[in-house]
């Protein structure tokens, strides 16, 4: 490949889609089923998903990878680009992916459509707005965080406590200004002077209930068993006893319905939820890949970030909780991102360097090892780049073989489908062979701090968990509550299994410090806030959102 390639939207903009009737009639979709938003995206209605419980299940396979560098992984660009080999090679295959956020399109991230020739389409309409799902679920949090504050104003019978209230804001934006706030200033009219902050909306709870939700009934009651804050005497008060459930779940009636899109080779995708993974369980929708599974025989979604977080989440939360039996794992990863993690600096990554790849090595590896110990074989995918040499590529071979793992070598962003057909074909016979015999990382009935403990030991290879007095004592709060059956899930950096981001490699024998315990009794899981982590990410410096606007033809450009 050359290095004049086009843009991922250039790309995209120049995309030959089929109208989204037509995607959906390749997988046997009648248009009734279809509430169409434009000719390229659609949402498909309850009463079509109802009719396909009874089908058979088709194979699920997990996109994961290694720990995210500056240098990239292009783990959405593999999921799409494996789908698209599959197809490729005569197989019916879909992908489930996360919505994009807006926070990190104007941050440092970018968008979430993949790139190269392997993305789905259209990506500005998925990467700005969509179909409105994000801003039901913004909506339905903040109806909720007004109830709340409304409850207190009147006669606050609850006798919540504004000193214990939890439940705080959302905003779908990085804006660091309003982590910490002091809401109902200005006299009595205003309400009751009390702190409080927000998180951005894919860190809400509404989120993680959204995406593990079974149906709209299980939705209902998830959100009212949601805990908003306590009495003065500890005692939890409870969505329900506001009866606002009934309200928010009108508001979230038809963005739980999952988006239909295509690949730029015009197979399905569906683009459903999208909590993010370093700060909530990091999987599209339970009702997206359940309803795939149905129509397709191979099933591929995505978990974020590396492995230590979005695999785990995705095997001890999602596939917990919604009786999900995956059937393969695809490990991402590139040489420049195995080179970062053997310690070259970003701006020599494009200097050949065999032995900082072997070094590099050791994250790939503790990643491998700790797929295996949920029983799901795995299988190594390089998304290749056009610096990358041929030797390099064979470190990546032989050290995978050394540890019985196939590793393919994947061009799907530069060649689409036919690129990936090397690694579909793997894949599929990988799952087609039935060898996984999936098991959660630990059993419900351990207690909360020992399946904290036993996350930080078994998968980010630490020595222990650490946390103050007050911190240990709300774990002991929650399981006197009868919330100890909980899976964890962990709010943790992405850049190492450490807390600390600058650990490259594959860090052991530290300690994790737990600053904070946070109670989702709608998900179900009870989210362990590790280290500096931040619910509310910042902008950086020179925010992405300085290069997007509108050109001559009024199009959307700068997005990537």
């Known amino acids: 490949g050359g290095e004049m390639h086009k843009t991922d939207l250039e790309i995209a903009n120049n995309a030959s889609k089929k109208h989204i009737k037509d995607i959906a009639a390749s997988i046997a979709i009648p248009e009734e089923a279809l509430i169409v938003y434009g000719d390229d995206k659609a949402k498909i209605n309850y009463n079509y998903l109802d009719s396909c419980k009874n089908k058979k299940e088709g194979k699920l396979i997990l996109v994961t990878a290694i720990s995210p560098t500056p240098a990239g992984e292009g783990k959405t660009t593999t999921s799409v680009g494996l789908v698209d080999g599959l197809c490729h090679i005569g197989k ?20 979430a459509a993949g790139g190269g020739y392997a993305q789905v389409v259209p990506m500005t309409d998925i990467n700005l707005h969509f179909t409105g799902d994000f801003h039901a679920i913004g909506a339905a949090h903040n109806l909720l965080s007004a109830l709340v504050d409304n409850h207190i104003h009147w006669e606050n019978t609850l006798n919540l406590d504004p000193r214990r209230i939890t439940w705080r804001r959302v905003v779908d934006m990085n804006d660091r200004s309003l982590r910490d706030i002091t809401c109902g200033l200005g006299g009595t009219g205003n309400g009751i002077p009390r702190q409080s902050g927000f998180d951005i909306t894919v860190a809400s709870e509404i989120m993680a209930v959204f995406c593990l939700a079974n149906d709209l009934e299980d939705l209902q009651n998830r959100i009212g068993n949601i805990v908003i804050g306590y009495t003065k005497t500890q005692e939890a008060i409870k969505v329900s006893q506001l009866n606002a459930q009934g309200a928010m779940t009108a508001l979230l009636r038809d963005a739980f319905q999952p988006n239909l899109v295509q690949t730029l080779e015009n197979n399905p995708a569906l683009m459903h939820g999208g909590p993010f993974a370093n700060i909530a369980h990091g999987c ?197 509550d009868g919330y100890g059956n909980y899976p964890i899930c962990m709010a943790k950096t992405q850049y190492s299994f450490s807390t600390d981001p600058s650990l490259m490699g594959a860090p052991s024998g530290h300690e994790v410090p737990i600053r904070e315990v946070r109670l989702c009794a709608g998900a179900e899981f009870i989210v362990v806030i590790c280290g500096e982590i931040m619910t509310m990410p910042g902008l950086p410096r020179k925010p992405a959102s300085e290069s997007i606007g509108i050109d001559e033809n009024k199009n959307i450009e700068g997005l990537f």
């Open 92 to 111: 019916k295959a879909m992908i489930c992916l996360r919505e994009p956020s807006l926070g990190p399109c104007f941050g440092m991230k970018g968008g």
């Open 284 to 480: 599209n929708s339970v009702m997206a890949t359940k309803s795939a599974l149905k129509m397709a025989d191979y099933v591929v979604t995505e978990a974020g970030f590396g492995a230590d977080l979005g695999a785990e989440k995705f095997f001890d939360i999602k596939c917990r909780k919604a009786g999900l039996l995956p059937d393969a794992v695809v490990l991402v990863a590139t040489t420049k991102a195995l080179k970062m993690h053997g310690g070259v600096k970003k701006e020599d990554l494009k200097e050949e360097n065999v032995q900082a790849i072997k070094d590099g090595c050791k994250n790939l590896e503790r990643h491998i090892q700790n797929i295996a110990k949920f029983g799901v074989p795995v299988t190594v995918g390089i998304n290749e780049y056009y610096t990358d040499t041929k030797d390099e590529h064979q470190a990546i071979i032989d050290f995978c073989e050394s540890h019985g793992v196939a590793c393919k070598i994947s061009s799907h962003w530069e060649n689409g489908g036919k690129g990936a057909a090397d690694l579909a074909a793997h894949v599929a016979d990988l799952v087609d062979s039935n060898e996984s015999s999936f098991k959660t990382l630990y059993d419900d009935e351990m207690s909360l701090w020992d399946k904290t403990k036993q996350i930080a030991t078994s998968i980010y290879g630490a020595e222990d968990i650490i946390a103050d007095k007050k911190v240990r004592n709300k774990f002991k709060k929650l399981e006197d």
